[in-house]
C-alpha cells in the first residue's frame, strides 16, 4: 500500500527519520536519510545503521517529521536495512503501547522484540522448511560406521529423508550427530517446497471430548470472530491440551496462525511432538534453547506467514502474525512469563494486548489460575469455562499429609516416605520425590563453632554441590571448592545441612539399589532437550524420579502413583504477599502428575506444620477454595489484584548511595501527584531488599501502588522524565517494574 503521505513531497524544511536506537534514553534520535534514500512514512518500522557517538547501533525508524531548522543538523544515517518494515500495523502499535506501560525507550523494546541476528542488522532469513538425507558416500558408509547417535542418524535417514521437525520428534540431539556427517559429505540438507497451510479438511486425529471439553471448544469457536478473553480453568489432567488442539485444527481450517505461549522450554518438546502428531502442519518452535539462526527463522517464518502454528517461550508474545486467528497461553499463572531484567514485561499480559489489537481470541489455561485471572474472570472481563474431572478413566490422586515433627529424616525424608515408595516400586509404578531445592544441601556448616558458607557478594549461604565437594551461590553464580577445615576454628567438623536433591538421589540409590533414579534439575538439563531425552530413556519402567518445579507441570506421566512432597516448610511463611498463592500453585501442579492414567494415584505432603490453614483449605476445598478465601485477604490489605503496583528498584555498593537516589525519587514522585490523587495513591520506601546484598551491589526498593491504574501510569509519566534526571539517578543501578511479581 502505497504511504499516505510523503513530506518529501511537500515545500518546508526536509524530512528526518526519527530512530529509536536500543539505549537506556527515553528517546527518539533524529538522522538524515542515508545517502540514496528520502524519508518517506513506509520507513516507520524499518531497520537503519546508524552512527551513535563512537558506535554504529541498528534502531528502528520511529516516526518521519520535518526537520527542526533550529536544532543542529542531524548525522545521515549509515544504511536503510528494510526494503519493507520489520514493524508495521498491529505489531507496531502494541510494541509502542509496551513501551508506554513499561515505561521503557522504545528503542530497547523493538531491540528485545527481535531475534539477535535481526537485533544485530542481518537481513531477513530464508524461512524454507528444510530436510536431510543420506548421500550416495553415506550410503556406502553407513556399514563402516562405528557405533553412536551419527551411525544411528545415517541409518534412520537410510529409511527415508526426513525433514527437521520429523527429526526432532524421531531422535532428540540429532544436530550435532548431522553436523559431523556433513562434514564428512555423508549427508546433505535440503529445502523443501512452500510449508503446507491447512484448508478446512484439514485432518485432526479423532478424538472424543468430554462434556466440558466440548463445552470450551463450543465457547472458543463462538468467540473466533473476534476479541475475547477466556479462561479455561480445568483441574490437572483434565485435557486441556485438547482444547487447545481442537481450537487450533479450527484456526487452520479458517487459513489463520495460531501461536501457543508454554512457561518452560522443557515443555516444549512434549508439546511440539503432540502438536505435529495431530494438526498435520509444520509446528515451529521458538525459546532461548535454539540457536540465534534457527530464532529468526522462526521470526521471519511468522511474518512471511508460513509458520501457521508456533510454540514458544516467553519471548515468543513478539512474534509477527499478519494471519492471527488465535492466542493460547498455557499454564498462565506461572512467573516464567514476566521477565525479570531488561524490559520487564508480562508475556501473558501482552498476549491479551495483542489479541485485542489483533480482533482474535486470546485462551488461558491452567489447574491453578493466578488470582489476577480469577479476578477478571468474576467481574465478566473474561470468559470463565471450567474443566472440573479428569479425561479419560483417570481419577484424582489421593493426598495424605505426613508429619515429621519428632521423626527420624534420612536426607530430609521420612520412614513413611521410604515405605511409600517402597510400595509403590513393588506394584510397578513410578515415583516423584519433588524437592524445590538443586544442590546437595543448603548449607555447610561447621557443627563445632557454627561458622556457615556464606557467599562473599550476596546475603546468602552458598549451596554446597557435588556430594559436599563444591560450593555455588544461586544467586550470583560464585563458585568455590568446599573447605577441608572451618576457616574460623579449624575444626573438621563441617556438615552439609538441609537437603537438595543431589542430596535425596544419593539417600534414594542407596535405600533402592538396582532401581532407576533419575534427578531433573536445572543442573541435569542444561544441554539442549537433555530434560525431553531424559524422560524418554526413563519410560514406564519402576523408577524414581527426583525433581525441582522444572517437573511441576506439564509433563504427561501415565506410569506415575507416587509424588512425596518434601520440604513445603519454607513456602508456608514468607514476607512475600504472594507466597501463598505461588505455593498453592506449585503443591497442586506437582500433586496433579500423580494417577494421570488408570493407576490411582497418591500424594504425600512431608511437612512440619500439618494444621497451617494453606494446607487444611487445600485439603478440604481445593485450589478454588484456597483462591477465594486469599482474594479476601488481598482486597482486605489492599494487594493486588484489587491495587496496582510498581517498584523502583536501586542498586550501589553503598546502601546510603542506593537510598539517597530512591528519596529523591520519592520526592520527584510526590511532586507529581496530582492533589486529588494523594489520598489514594502510597508511596512506600526506600525499604531493604527482601536480599538486601546480591553480587557485591546493596539493594533496596520504593513501592508505588494505588487503587486505578490509569492514576498509577500518570503519575509514573509526569514523575520519570525528572527522576533521569536527578543526580542520584547517574551513581546507582536503577530500574522501575510496573506490575511486580517478585518482591526480591
Same mark, same amino acid.
Given at each position: 500500500?502505497?504511504?499516505?503521505?510523503?513530506?518529501t513531497?511537500?515545500?518546508?524544511?526536509?524530512?528526518?527519520?526519527?530512530?529509536?536506537?536500543?539505549?537506556?534514553?527515553?528517546?527518539?534520535?533524529?538522522?538524515?536519510?542515508?545517502?540514496?534514500?528520502?524519508?518517506?512514512?513506509?520507513?516507520?518500522?524499518?531497520?537503519?545503521?546508524?552512527?551513535?557517538?563512537?558506535?554504529?547501533?541498528?534502531g528502528?525508524i520511529?516516526?518521519?517529521?520535518?526537520?527542526?531548522?533550529?536544532?543542529?543538523?542531524?548525522?545521515?544515517?549509515?544504511?536503510?536495512?528494510?526494503?519493507?518494515?520489520?514493524?508495521?500495523?498491529?505489531?507496531?502499535?502494541?510494541?509502542?503501547?509496551?513501551?508506554?506501560?513499561?515505561?521503557?525507550?522504545?528503542?530497547?523494546?523493538f531491540?528485545?522484540?527481535?531475534?539477535?541476528?535481526?537485533?544485530?542488522?542481518?537481513?531477513?532469513?530464508?524461512?524454507?522448511?528444510?530436510?536431510?538425507?543420506?548421500?550416495e558416500?553415506?550410503?556406502?558408509?553407513?556399514?563402516g560406521l562405528?557405533?553412536?547417535?551419527?551411525?544411528?542418524?545415517?541409518?534412520?535417514?537410510?529409511?527415508?529423508?526426513?525433514?527437521?521437525?520429523?527429526?526432532?520428534?524421531?531422535?532428540?540431539?540429532?544436530?550435532?550427530?548431522?553436523?559431523?556427517?556433513?562434514?564428512?559429505?555423508?549427508?546433505?540438507?535440503?529445502?523443501?517446497?512452500?510449508?503446507?497451510?491447512a484448508?478446512?479438511?484439514?485432518?485432526?486425529?479423532p478424538?472424543t471430548?468430554?462434556?466440558?471439553?466440548?463445552?470450551?471448544?463450543?465457547?472458543?469457536?463462538?468467540?473466533?470472530?473476534?476479541?475475547?478473553?477466556?479462561?479455561?480453568?480445568?483441574?490437572?489432567?483434565?485435557?486441556?491440551?485438547?482444547?487447545?488442539?481442537?481450537?487450533?485444527?479450527?484456526?487452520?481450517?479458517?487459513?489463520?496462525?495460531?501461536?501457543?505461549?508454554?512457561p518452560?522450554?522443557?515443555?516444549?518438546?512434549?508439546?511440539?511432538?503432540?502438536?505435529?502428531?495431530?494438526?498435520?502442519?509444520p509446528?515451529?518452535?521458538?525459546?532461548?534453547?535454539?540457536?540465534?539462526?534457527?530464532?529468526?527463522?522462526?521470526?521471519?517464518?511468522?511474518?512471511?506467514?508460513?509458520?501457521?502454528?508456533?510454540?514458544?517461550?516467553?519471548?515468543?508474545?513478539?512474534?509477527?502474525?499478519?494471519?492471527?486467528?488465535?492466542?493460547?497461553?498455557?499454564?498462565?499463572?506461572d512467573?516464567?512469563?514476566?521477565?525479570?531484567?531488561?524490559?520487564?514485561?508480562?508475556?501473558?499480559?501482552?498476549a491479551?494486548?495483542?489479541?485485542?489489537?489483533?480482533?482474535?481470541p486470546?485462551?488461558?489455561?491452567?489447574?491453578?489460575?493466578?488470582?489476577?485471572?480469577?479476578?477478571?474472570?468474576?467481574?465478566?472481563?473474561?470468559?470463565?469455562?471450567?474443566l472440573?474431572?479428569?479425561?479419560?478413566?483417570?481419577?484424582?490422586?489421593?493426598?495424605?499429609?505426613?508429619?515429621?515433627?519428632?521423626?527420624?529424616?534420612?536426607?530430609?525424608?521420612?520412614?513413611?516416605?521410604?515405605?511409600?515408595?517402597s510400595?509403590?516400586?513393588?506394584?510397578?509404578?513410578?515415583?516423584l520425590v519433588?524437592?524445590?531445592?538443586?544442590?546437595?544441601?543448603?548449607?555447610?556448616?561447621?557443627?563445632?563453632?557454627?561458622?556457615?558458607?556464606?557467599?562473599?557478594?550476596?546475603? *546468602?549461604?552458598?549451596?554446597?554441590? /557435588? +556430594?559436599?565437594?563444591r @560450593? $555455588?551461590? %544461586? #544467586?550470583?553464580?560464585?563458585?568455590?571448592? !568446599?573447605?577441608?577445615?572451618?576457616?574460623?576454628?579449624?575444626?573438621?567438623?563441617?556438615?552439609?545441612?538441609?537437603?537438595?536433591?543431589?542430596?535425596?538421589?544419593?539417600?534414594?540409590?542407596?535405600?533402592?539399589?538396582?532401581?532407576?533414579?533419575?534427578?531433573?534439575?536445572?543442573?541435569?538439563?542444561?544441554?539442549?532437550?537433555?530434560?525431553?531425552?531424559?524422560?524418554a530413556?526413563?519410560?514406564?519402567?519402576?523408577?524414581?524420579?527426583?525433581?525441582?518445579?522444572?517437573?511441576?507441570?506439564?509433563h504427561?506421566?501415565?506410569?506415575?502413583t507416587?509424588?512425596?512432597?518434601v520440604?513445603?516448610?519454607?513456602?508456608?511463611?514468607?514476607?512475600?504477599?504472594?507466597?501463598?498463592?505461588?505455593?498453592?500453585?506449585?503443591?497442586?501442579?506437582?500433586?496433579?502428575? *500423580?494417577?494421570?492414567?488408570e493407576? /490411582? +494415584?497418591?500424594?504425600? @505432603? $512431608?511437612t %512440619? #506444620?500439618?494444621?497451617?490453614?494453606?494446607? !487444611?483449605?487445600?485439603?478440604?476445598?481445593?485450589?478454588?477454595?484456597?483462591?477465594?478465601?486469599?482474594?479476601?485477604?488481598?482486597?482486605?490489605?489492599?494487594?493486588?489484584?484489587?491495587?496496582?503496583?510498581?517498584?523502583?528498584r536501586?542498586?550501589?555498593?553503598?546502601?546510603?548511595?542506593?537510598?539517597?537516589?530512591?528519596?529523591?525519587?520519592?520526592?520527584?514522585?510526590?511532586?507529581?501527584?496530582?492533589?486529588?490523587?494523594?489520598?489514594?495513591?502510597?508511596?512506600?520506601?526506600p525499604?531493604?531488599?527482601?536480599?538486601?546484598?546480591?553480587?557485591?551491589?546493596?539493594?533496596?526498593?520504593?513501592?508505588?501502588?494505588?487503587?486505578?491504574?490509569?492514576?498509577?501510569?500518570?503519575?509514573?509519566?509526569?514523575?520519570?522524565?525528572?527522576?533521569?534526571?536527578?543526580?542520584?539517578?547517574?551513581?546507582?543501578?536503577?530500574?522501575?517494574?510496573?506490575?511486580?511479581?517478585?518482591?526480591?
Amino acid at each position: 500500500m502505497p504511504p499516505t503521505s510523503d513530506p518529501t513531497a511537500s515545500p518546508g524544511p526536509p524530512a528526518v527519520w526519527r530512530v529509536a536506537v536500543p539505549v537506556p534514553l527515553a528517546r527518539l534520535f533524529d538522522y538524515l536519510p542515508a545517502p540514496g534514500e528520502q524519508a518517506r512514512d513506509a520507513h516507520v518500522g524499518c531497520r537503519v545503521r546508524v552512527p551513535f557517538g563512537s558506535r554504529e547501533l541498528v534502531g528502528v525508524i520511529a516516526q518521519v517529521a520535518p526537520r527542526d531548522p533550529d536544532a543542529p543538523e542531524p548525522k545521515p544515517a549509515l544504511a536503510l536495512l528494510d526494503g519493507a518494515p520489520l514493524f508495521a500495523g498491529e505489531l507496531l502499535e502494541s510494541l509502542q503501547w509496551l513501551a508506554r506501560y513499561t515505561h521503557a525507550p522504545l528503542g530497547e523494546v523493538f531491540a528485545t522484540a527481535l531475534p539477535a541476528p535481526l537485533r544485530h542488522g542481518e537481513p531477513l532469513p530464508d524461512s524454507r522448511s528444510w530436510a536431510w538425507r543420506l548421500t550416495e558416500a553415506g550410503q556406502t558408509a553407513l556399514a563402516g560406521l562405528r557405533a553412536g547417535k551419527p551411525r544411528a542418524l545415517a541409518t534412520l535417514l537410510s529409511r527415508n529423508p526426513l525433514d527437521e521437525d520429523a527429526l526432532d520428534d524421531a531422535s532428540p540431539g540429532w544436530r550435532a550427530a548431522a553436523r559431523a556427517l556433513g562434514k564428512r559429505a555423508l549427508v546433505e540438507r535440503y529445502p523443501l517446497h512452500a510449508a503446507p497451510t491447512a484448508h478446512a479438511d484439514t485432518p485432526i486425529s479423532p478424538f472424543t471430548l468430554g462434556e466440558g471439553q466440548r463445552a470450551a471448544v463450543d465457547a472458543v469457536l463462538a468467540a473466533r470472530d473476534g476479541f475475547a478473553a477466556l479462561l479455561l480453568d480445568g483441574v490437572t489432567g483434565s485435557g486441556k491440551t485438547e482444547v487447545y488442539l481442537q481450537a487450533i485444527a479450527d484456526c487452520l481450517a479458517r487459513g489463520k496462525q495460531a501461536l501457543v505461549l508454554v512457561p518452560e522450554i522443557g515443555l516444549t518438546p512434549q508439546t511440539l511432538a503432540r502438536f505435529r502428531a495431530r494438526l498435520g502442519v509444520p509446528v515451529h518452535a521458538l525459546h532461548s534453547g535454539l540457536s540465534d539462526g534457527e530464532r529468526a527463522r522462526t521470526w521471519a517464518a511468522a511474518a512471511r506467514g508460513d509458520a501457521r502454528v508456533v510454540v514458544g517461550t516467553r519471548s515468543s508474545v513478539f512474534l509477527p502474525l499478519p494471519e492471527a486467528g488465535l492466542l493460547v497461553v498455557d499454564e498462565e499463572h506461572d512467573g516464567s512469563f514476566k521477565q525479570l531484567d531488561g524490559i520487564r514485561y508480562h508475556a501473558r499480559d501482552f498476549a491479551l494486548v495483542r489479541a485485542k489489537a489483533l480482533g482474535v481470541p486470546v485462551l488461558l489455561g491452567s489447574a491453578t489460575p493466578s488470582l489476577e485471572s480469577l479476578r477478571n474472570a468474576q467481574a465478566g472481563r473474561y470468559a470463565h469455562l471450567r474443566l472440573r474431572e479428569r479425561a479419560g478413566v483417570a481419577l484424582p490422586p489421593s493426598v495424605r499429609v505426613v508429619d515429621v515433627r519428632k521423626r527420624p529424616l534420612e536426607a530430609g525424608l521420612s520412614p513413611e516416605l521410604f515405605e511409600a515408595v517402597s510400595q509403590a516400586l513393588a506394584a510397578g509404578g513410578q515415583v516423584l520425590v519433588f524437592k524445590n531445592r538443586r544442590g546437595y544441601a543448603p548449607v555447610l556448616l561447621c557443627h563445632d563453632c557454627g561458622w556457615s558458607a556464606q557467599c562473599q557478594r550476596c546475603d *546468602a549461604p552458598m549451596t554446597v554441590h /557435588a +556430594g559436599g565437594h563444591r @560450593l $555455588q551461590c %544461586h #544467586h550470583c553464580g560464585a563458585r568455590r571448592p !568446599a573447605p577441608n577445615a572451618c576457616p574460623d576454628c579449624g575444626g573438621l567438623a563441617l556438615q552439609s545441612q538441609g537437603a537438595g536433591t543431589e542430596r535425596i538421589e544419593e539417600a534414594l540409590l542407596a535405600r533402592f539399589p538396582g532401581v532407576p533414579v533419575l534427578r531433573i534439575d536445572r543442573g541435569s538439563t542444561q544441554r539442549r532437550d537433555a530434560m525431553e531425552a531424559m524422560l524418554a530413556k526413563f519410560g514406564r519402567e519402576p523408577g524414581i524420579l527426583v525433581g525441582t518445579q522444572m517437573l511441576a507441570k506439564g509433563h504427561d506421566l501415565p506410569n506415575l502413583t507416587l509424588v512425596a512432597v518434601v520440604g513445603i516448610d519454607e513456602g508456608l511463611f514468607s514476607a512475600d504477599f504472594r507466597a501463598p498463592e505461588k505455593l498453592a500453585q506449585l503443591l497442586v501442579q506437582v500433586a496433579g502428575r *500423580a494417577g494421570r492414567a488408570e493407576k /490411582a +494415584g497418591l500424594v504425600l @505432603l $512431608q511437612t %512440619h #506444620h500439618p494444621e497451617h490453614p494453606l494446607l !487444611a483449605t487445600l485439603l478440604s476445598g481445593g485450589y478454588g477454595a484456597f483462591a477465594q478465601a486469599e482474594l479476601v485477604q488481598r482486597e482486605d490489605a489492599g494487594f493486588p489484584p484489587f491495587t496496582h503496583m510498581a517498584m523502583f528498584r536501586a542498586e550501589a555498593t553503598e546502601v546510603t548511595v542506593a537510598n539517597a537516589f530512591l528519596l529523591a525519587a520519592r520526592r520527584t514522585l510526590e511532586a507529581a501527584v496530582p492533589a486529588a490523587d494523594a489520598s489514594t495513591l502510597e508511596i512506600n520506601g526506600p525499604l531493604p531488599a527482601p536480599m538486601p546484598r546480591r553480587a557485591g551491589y546493596q539493594r533496596t526498593q520504593l513501592l508505588i501502588s494505588a487503587p486505578d491504574r490509569r492514576q498509577l501510569h500518570a503519575t509514573l509519566t509526569a514523575a520519570l522524565p525528572a527522576v533521569h534526571a536527578l543526580p542520584e539517578a547517574r551513581k546507582v543501578r536503577w530500574s522501575l517494574d510496573v506490575d511486580p511479581v517478585d518482591l526480591y
